[in-house]
């Protein structure tokens, strides 16, 4: 069964550093990964995906993710962030059942980031 | 294009009472996930539908049962309402294998 791993609860950072979320997760088949953005009293809101191809992917509001399939590992970065970027980040992985015919999606218990002015 | 939409916003039920959460899918999709998300977690997966069968279950117990319509809808139905019940509840909707979108939510409060 998949896992996901999200090593740090909260990262506090000031305004226009870069940051990094880190995500590790196990599975024993391919999986797809993501990371979602979920901002007080929302949803969620899909940043980035990686299904196949290019390791480094790019997502919405300047973030980007590398899949390192050695280190079953997809850290989120942003080179310089911003006081909305404030919100919590979810990784999350979709892993093939065959008996149910169908992908199911296991997410990480969530990164606080927080930017400081 | 309307994204995912669920209703109620929030709701307040009774332990022992039961509730009904409803969802409806983005255009186009046809796949319709749920999940609990209670404070401080990520959201666990507590089962898919598609056409109109729910293909998927996670760790939840029988309290929680579902429905998928024809237009491609849903319903979370949860039975003798636990305290530890009260959480957020998301619908995520699909294309089959693609990826999800979520809706915005149901605050789910017993007391």
């Known amino acids: 069964a998949q896992s996901v791993t999200q090593l740090d609860s909260q990262v506090p950072v000031f305004e226009e550093a870069p940051v990094e979320l880190r995500c590790n997760y196990s599975?024993?088949?391919?999986?797809?990964l993501f990371w979602y953005v979920q901002y007080p009293n929302q949803g969620l809101q899909l940043l980035l995906k990686?299904?196949?191809?290019?390791?480094l992917v790019k997502g919405i509001n300047g973030f980007e993710a590398e899949f390192n399939k050695s280190q079953t590992s997809f850290h989120l970065r942003k080179p310089s962030v911003h006081i909305s970027d404030t919100a919590e980040y979810f990784c999350?992985?979709?892993?093939?059942?065959?008996?149910?015919?169908?992908?199911?999606?296991?997410f990480g218990k969530g990164t606080k980031l927080s930017v400081i002015p | 294009d309307a994204g995912v939409t669920q209703s109620p916003t929030h709701l307040i039920k009774t332990r022992g009472q039961q509730v009904t959460l409803r969802c409806s899918p983005k255009?186009?999709?046809?796949?319709v996930s749920w999940y609990q998300q209670a404070l401080g977690q990520g959201p666990q997966f507590i089962f898919q539908?598609?056409?109109?069968?729910?293909?998927q279950r996670g760790n939840f117990p029988d309290r929680f049962s579902g429905h998928q319509f024809p237009n491609y809808s849903s319903e979370l139905n949860v039975n003798a309402l636990l305290l530890g019940d009260s959480a957020l509840y998301l619908c995520?909707?699909?294309?089959?294998?693609?990826?999800?979108?979520f809706g915005p939510g149901t605050r789910l409060t017993v007391t």
């Open positions: 539908y598609y056409e109109e069968e729910e293909r």
């Open positions: 990686y299904l196949s191809g290019s390791t």
């Open positions: 255009s186009g999709h046809d796949t």
């Open positions: 599975s024993s088949v391919s999986v797809y």
């Open positions: 995520a909707s699909s294309l089959r294998y693609y990826e999800q979108y």
């Open positions: 999350a992985v979709s892993e093939w059942h065959s008996g149910a015919g169908s992908y199911q999606l296991t």
